[in-house]
Nanobody, 123 residues
Framework: QVQLVESGGGLVQPGGSLSLSCAAS????????MGWYRQAPGKERELVAVITSGGRINYAESVKGRFTISRDNAKNTVYLQMNSLKPEDTAVYYC?????????????????WGQGTLVTVSS
């Protein structure tokens, strides 16, 4: 079993900042990528940012220059610093990890999701 626990989120005014974190625990063997996705009401889930174990980072065009993703490999934790927030950033944010996990003495692929945390940008 692998668990992801997200924290952060909440209500913020336009132009404000919020920070999200996501800690992974359980039968993790390795993590190759950690990322954040979001889903706004009536829209499909979309990638926000992803960071690989080697430090490669990709951002959605809509958040470049405003959001920063980082990770602490020792803690299996990924962070998302969100600055200059806009109303269109309002969504449920989910963390995701990919890698390998232990299962009955074998290695299996790992693709796990957090429970989601709501970010609301409104005046």
């Amino acid at each position: 079993q692998v668990q992801l626990v997200e924290s952060g989120g909440g209500l913020v005014q336009p132009g404000g900042s919020l920070s999200l974190s996501c800690a992974a625990s359980g039968s993790i063997f390795s993590i190759t990528a950690m990322g954040w996705y979001r889903q706004a009401p009536g829209k499909e889930r979309e990638l926000v940012a992803v960071i690989t174990s080697g430090g490669r980072i990709n951002y959605a065009e809509s958040v470049k220059g405003r959001f920063t993703i980082s990770r602490d490999n020792a803690k299996n934790t990924v962070y998302l610093q969100m600055n200059s927030l806009k109303p269109e950033d309002t969504a449920v944010y989910y963390c995701n990890i990919n890698g390998n996990r232990y299962s009955l003495g074998n290695l299996r692929s790992l693709d796990a999701w957090g429970q989601g945390t709501l970010v609301t940008v409104s005046s």
